[in-house]
């Protein structure tokens, strides 16, 4: 472990070398100053763990010094030295962020105990700011329409609650996302949040996956196993479409949540567990209690914070900060030109339903950089990755192959590219179409095609 530096500012140059030489006989480097002036110099051109700072300086107030400090290294601990009539000051200065305070005198023991309590807290700060950096760099949300500004008005609601979350939406739209955001934002933070996909378990593991097991539990149970609760215990347990629970592991998680204890399989034992449980589904969990497939208790235990995250087509004004995200993050991590959209693809992207929602478009902007290293995407470009086989919606109802379903598909992907061309000028598009403006209109809305148009 590299040696810590610890900062000693003291008026008094006898303290300062008193300081200087205990810490230094305890492994630790030093330096010092005696003016507020020169803290803040010194502070600013080296790298400290900790700083011991008299509270009553000749040329500044120790508390605004620490103050200063902190917002240049937040989470560095400071501990203030103080005389006895300005300890009430000192437990103020702790509210504010600083650490702790010693009075005058104290001892070397106490000095000693103080300060590698402070060092440890300083570590773990250090730690839970990188984590907290890596998860949302990992994990950025991005939208400013009025629809995603409630999600996130939601989450800042209640990512400081210790309730159950169910997190509804269709595929594609990012509730794992809110998930960690959530996460991110809570007191749990510190720890890794656990994720479980229900349905990529068989049913036959996942009360194992869940619970834990005993050794000999069942048969291939050659060790014993901690489930996710287990490894969740501290922090958050995210379980991604949870409707495919059997109705044996719903019942076992109900009892889990109102107990907070579990039992892993093959064991008698209880243990008691302190883990957040958020869940999400894609599916209609209300109709699934109707149908007896997901249990009503279990609903209503989760359904205390319903979050719903809005389909794509909801909100459509965030389209092209989405493209504009997952092209620079693309490129940036490949190392690759950065491409422009020309305006009649950027409003043929805004203008399209994305039934696969924002990890469609996620996926369509890394086919269109891997195919397309140019400097101008254009309508084409788009048009060809959207009318692929592999971006057509995966439903197979019968009335998609209708003639009516073909004929109305048509009309509607070649009026959208007409309204490309004009850049959404419904005049100029009905005069190429050969149709009255209100005619077009009537039809637009009678096709669904929405988005932001010129009607001149």
């Not at 329409?145 to 594609?172: C, D, F, Q, R, W």
């Not at 490129?331 to 696969?356: C, E, I, Q, R, V």
Request: a negative charge.
């Amino acid at each position: 472990m590299p040696q810590q530096t610890i900062f000693v500012v003291d008026d008094d140059p006898s303290v300062n070398r008193i300081l200087t030489k205990i810490l230094s006989s305890e492994g630790y480097s030093v330096l010092a100053a005696t003016t507020g002036k020169e803290a803040l110099e010194v502070f600013s051109e080296n790298e400290f763990d900790l700083v011991l700072m008299d509270m009553l300086l000749p040329d500044a107030d120790g508390i605004e010094l620490a103050q200063q400090m902190l917002a240049t290294k937040a989470g560095i601990p400071i501990i203030l030295i103080t005389a006895h009539g300005n300890v009430p000051k000192a437990v103020e200065a702790i509210k504010l962020g600083l650490y702790d305070f010693l009075e005058k005198p104290f001892d070397r023991e106490r000095l000693m105990i103080t300060i590698k309590n402070a060092l440890s807290w300083g570590e773990a700060q250090l730690q839970l700011q990188h984590y907290r950096h890596n998860s949302l760099a990992d994990y950025k949300m991005v939208g400013q329409s009025t629809a995603m500004k409630k999600v996130y008005a939601m989450i800042e609601k209640i990512a400081l609650l210790e309730t159950p979350v169910l997190i509804l939406g269709e595929n594609g739209v990012g509730k794992e996302l809110v998930a960690q955001a959530i996460h991110n934002k809570s007191p749990r933070a510190k720890k890794q949040m656990v994720k479980i996909n229900c349905p990529a378990i068989p049913d036959t593991l996942l009360e194992s996956e869940l619970f834990g097991h005993t050794r000999g539990a069942f048969t291939g149970a050659h060790t014993a196993h901690n489930g996710r609760l287990l490894m969740a215990a501290g922090s958050t347990l995210f379980l991604d479409e949870i409707g495919d629970l059997s109705l044996d592991a719903q019942a076992k998680l109900l009892r889990f949540l109102d107990s907070g204890e579990i039992q892993r399989v093959g064991s008698t034992e209880t243990i008691r567990v302190d883990v957040r449980i958020i869940a999400a589904t894609n599916q209609d969990l209300l109709q699934m209690v109707h149908d007896r497939t997901f249990r009503q208790d279990l609903y209503y235990r989760l359904e205390v914070f319903p979050l719903t995250v809005p389909p794509l087509r909801r909100h459509r004004e965030d389209i092209s900060l989405l493209l504009e995200h997952f092209i620079s993050e693309y490129t940036a991590k490949k190392g690759t030109l950065k491409p422009s959209l020309s305006p009649t693809a950027l409003h043929y992207l805004t203008s399209y339903d994305w039934p696969g929602n924002i990890r469609q478009l996620q996926h369509l902007v890394e086919r269109m950089l891997i195919l397309f290293n140019q400097e101008i995407i254009d309508l084409e470009h788009v048009r060809f990755l959207l009318t692929a086989p592999e971006e057509q919606p995966s439903t197979a109802e019968s009335e998609n192959k209708t003639l009516s379903s073909a004929r109305r598909n048509f009309e509607k992907e070649h009026i959208l590219s007409v309204l490309a061309e004009t850049n959404g000028n419904v005049t100029k598009a009905a005069r190429i179409l050969g149709v009255d403006r209100a005619n077009l209109y009537r039809k637009m809305e009678g096709l669904g095609i929405k988005g932001k148009v010129m009607l001149i």
